[in-house]
């Protein structure tokens, strides 16, 4: 028997791509070697998954930082929108949270899971898992999809939708890239994205700020020179191995893209107070100092950061708890505030890939159409999700590119495999 869409992996590419086709009305297999489809996807988001997010399109595509351009052309077909009418017309309710983030009302991801799941049944898509793919040979008119049990499954149109190298133990193991290599595409090198940050810095290894977490702080990456390569304003999180949070996340490929480039060390500069200029910060400081000058010099100003940060930075400028503000000398003053403003963790690496949200790189969007998600080198042959070289902040944007993907992947695959 032939099947005319045959998906490989049932993340949410897979799942999606499944039904795009099916619901061409296309005999459309799904196989997936976990017990479970969607396992990701039920850990995603704490285990509420972030489903999608409601920014503005452009705003998504702002925070698909590795070619996110790409997908201006899929999302003119299905974009975040569409997402979250989907899941409401399988009757999932989402609400947005900060940052325009879509969640299901339940906080369950295993609703959005059993959502496609139950979809998937009412097309009567057929499933298999507990199937794992072994190779693929490819053919002019049909590919052969050969599992580790030998058994020989033939399809007019495939989709690889295997996933990354992200977080192994859910299934995503990185098979698909020797697979796209047979078929002559480039895969671009693969690195952890969206990854918690490793300092060796004395105040990270005794554990001194463990636990701490920072609001709305800014975070940058300096290069060489010391200047700023990228900044987000965001929660922070400092742990016992180094540095954490949607803010140090955000600016992690960055700093992997860094080492990528041969360096040792990479600083991080945390601005503790950026809604105000460091002067500015100084002069109300000053003027604190005159107004209460018999007061200590803590007592006078505690509140304005967390207070584990704030006895760090007064010992760190040689300030004693006890000091009189009246004693505070202008330079203690200026290198205090310098550390609220400009506070430096060194960076030495970053946990692997294997512990990272997003796998980086993947196989070439340049040999990928962008409005088929067909690959340019081999007939009926489709790539979505995250095995593409496409990388996403975390927010709800990378479950947005592997949906949007695979919803066209399917709807093409099925219209070929008619042709
Ligand atoms: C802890 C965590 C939380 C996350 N939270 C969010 C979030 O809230 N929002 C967000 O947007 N993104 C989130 N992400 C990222 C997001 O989950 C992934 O980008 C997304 O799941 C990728 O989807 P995918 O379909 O491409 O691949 P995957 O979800 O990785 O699925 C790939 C599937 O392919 C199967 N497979 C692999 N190899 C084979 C083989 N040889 N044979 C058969 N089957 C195979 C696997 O078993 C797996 O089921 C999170 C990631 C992690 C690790």
């Not at 990701?40 to 070619?67: D, F, M, Q």
């Not at 503000?325 to 030495?348: C, D, G, P, W, Y």
Request: proline share 4%; net charge neutral; with cysteine.
């Amino acid at each position: 028997m032939t099947y005319q869409v045959t998906v490989i992996g049932g993340g949410p590419s897979g799942l999606m791509a499944a039904i795009a086709a099916a619901e061409q009305g296309v005999q459309t297999l799904l196989i997936d070697k976990g017990k479970k489809l969607g396992t990701k996807l039920a850990i995603s988001g704490g285990g509420r998954c972030n489903v999608t997010n409601r920014l503005p399109e452009e705003e998504v595509i702002k925070h698909i930082p590795g070619n996110g351009k790409f997908l201006y052309s899929p999302f003119s077909v299905f974009n975040n929108y569409d997402i979250i009418d989907f899941f409401e017309g399988l009757g999932v309710a989402l609400k947005e949270e900060d940052h325009g983030r879509m969640f299901p009302v339940s906080n369950k991801a295993k609703d959005v899971v059993h959502a496609l799941l139950n979809r998937m049944k009412e097309l009567n898509i057929e499933v298999r898992t507990e199937t794992p793919v072994e190779a693929i040979h490819y053919g002019e008119d049909e590919h052969q999809v050969i599992l580790k049990s030998k058994e020989k499954i033939t399809t007019r149109s495939l989709i690889l939708a295997v996933g990354g190298k992200a977080v192994p133990h859910t299934g995503s193991t990185g098979d698909g890239y020797a697979w796209a290599k047979k078929a002559g595409h480039t895969i671009t090198d693969l690195f952890p994205t969206e990854v918690p940050l490793l300092s060796n810095d004395s105040f990270i290894k005794n554990k001194t700020l463990q636990g701490l977490s920072l609001r709305d702080v800014d975070v940058s990456v300096l290069n060489e020179k010391g200047k700023k390569i990228v900044t987000h304003r965001m929660d922070m999180l400092f742990t016992h191995f180094g540095l954490s949070g949607p803010a140090v996340l955000r600016c992690s490929q960055f700093v992997v893209k860094e080492f990528m480039k041969g360096r040792k060390l990479v600083t991080i500069e945390i601005d503790a107070l950026p809604n105000q200029k460091e002067n500015e910060l100084l002069e109300q400081l000053q003027k604190s100092i005159k107004d209460h000058a018999k007061k200590t010099f803590r007592n006078v100003i505690k509140g304005i950061v967390p207070e584990r940060l704030l006895d760090f930075v007064l010992e760190k400028a040689e300030i004693s708890p006890e000091e009189k503000s009246a004693n505070i000398s202008n330079e203690k003053l200026r290198s205090f505030t310098q550390m609220l403003k400009n506070f430096h963790v060194h960076i030495h690496g970053s946990q692997p890939l294997e512990k990272a949200f997003v796998t980086g790189g993947g196989v070439s969007i340049k040999e990928i159409v962008p409005n088929t998600m067909q690959s340019k080198l081999m007939e009926r042959l489709y790539f979505c999700g995250e095995i593409l070289d496409i990388h996403g902040y975390t927010g709800g944007y990378n479950i947005t590119s592997a949906m949007v993907t695979g919803r066209v992947a399917g709807m093409h695959a099925a219209w070929e495999a008619m042709a």
